[in-house]
């Protein structure tokens, strides 16, 4: 997502500096494919930008906006920081908080929609004092939307869409495998079409790239679970990152997106994303297909 975000960027005219220190081979990859000029360390980072934007897994989003205060006490500045990390609200305002105390400002945000390498499939809410000033940014084919001045709104927008966006594919892969471990997935899907075509329409490659990205997902459920307590509801998305931990340990959830063969079949998906055959007289274990 951060590579395509700065692609949009640098289309838009502005200059787009990121470090690769510490970071994967991918991530090289992927930042040389966006022509984002990397500097070596980020102290650079923060010093050569007006603006920094935090585009991460959501459990290392508290610990990056430590980094950026101390790289920027340490390089003597200054930048508007922005979070578009699916966080939870409470999360936002700590990260808001912290960052607050070293003489920073944050502008909470949070991105909708599959990485803007294609133009208008993808939208950035905004919220905060200085909301406005980020929403100025020149963005091709993104949509940015200012929620309200209060940190943590655009965050919360996020929350309720992933819920939705992510939970449905985590009930459609327990579901389908299910259906795999009893044998009617053909009479499953059927019915689903009929009632649903939408949601089984590429449901082969959506299941496979959503597998790849479970790792990154389970965090990001467990803020939901974070958001919906505070609103008194049960812990539901507790068990959502339950799922995704599983999907994670399978062999599809090594690979990365763009590995994907185009052509792959939801028998093959299902195959790669089933628990492990029961163990000879165990009973009541997950691999004995979801209850």
């Known amino acids: 997502m951060g590579s395509a975000v ?21 991530t090289a990859r992927l930042a040389a494919k966006a022509e984002v000029e990397c500097v070596p360390g980020l102290e650079d980072v923060v010093r050569e930008s007006d603006v920094v934007l935090s585009i991460a897994p959501p459990e ?46 944050l502008v909470d945000g949070s991105i909708s929609g599959p990485p803007p390498w294609r133009a208008d499939t993808t939208r950035i809410y905004l919220s905060g004092p200085r909301a406005p000033e980020l929403a100025a940014l020149a963005l091709p084919g993104v949509r940015l939307v200012v929620v309200g001045p209060e940190l943590g709104t655009a965050s919360a927008v996020k929350m309720c ?13 327990q579901a389908l495998l299910t259906a795999r471990h009893q044998g009617v ?8 079409e009929e009632s649903l075509p939408e949601l089984v329409d590429g449901v082969a490659l959506g ?7 479970s790792g990154r997902y389970v965090a990001e459920m467990r803020e939901i679970a974070t958001t919906q307590a505070a609103a008194g509801l049960p812990a539901l998305f507790e068990a959502m990152a339950e799922v995704y931990a599983e999907l994670s340990l399978r062999p599809v959830a090594r690979k990365a997106p763009e590995e994907l063969p185009a052509d792959l079949s939801l028998e093959q998906v299902l195959d790669s994303l089933a628990p492990e ?14 209850g």
Not at 7 to 26: I, K
């Open 60 to 105: 290392r989003a508290e610990a990056i906006a430590g980094e950026l205060a101390r790289a920027a006490a340490q390089a003597g500045a200054r930048p508007l920081v922005a979070d578009l990390n699916a966080i939870a609200p409470e999360t936002v305002r700590r990260i808001g908080g912290s960052l607050a105390a070293s003489g920073l400002e």
């Open 6 to 26: 700065a692609h949009a960027l640098a289309q838009g005219g502005a200059r787009v500096v990121a470090t690769l220190a510490g970071r994967s081979p991918r």
């Open 185 to 192: 997935v053909g009479y499953v899907l059927g019915d689903l």
């Open 161 to 173: 869409t992933a819920s939705v966006y992510k939970g449905t594919t985590a009930l459609l892969a």
């Open 277 to 290: 055959p029961a163990e000879p007289g165990r009973t009541g274990s997950r691999a004995d297909g979801a």
């Open 207 to 213: 299941l496979a790239r959503s597998a790849t990205k």
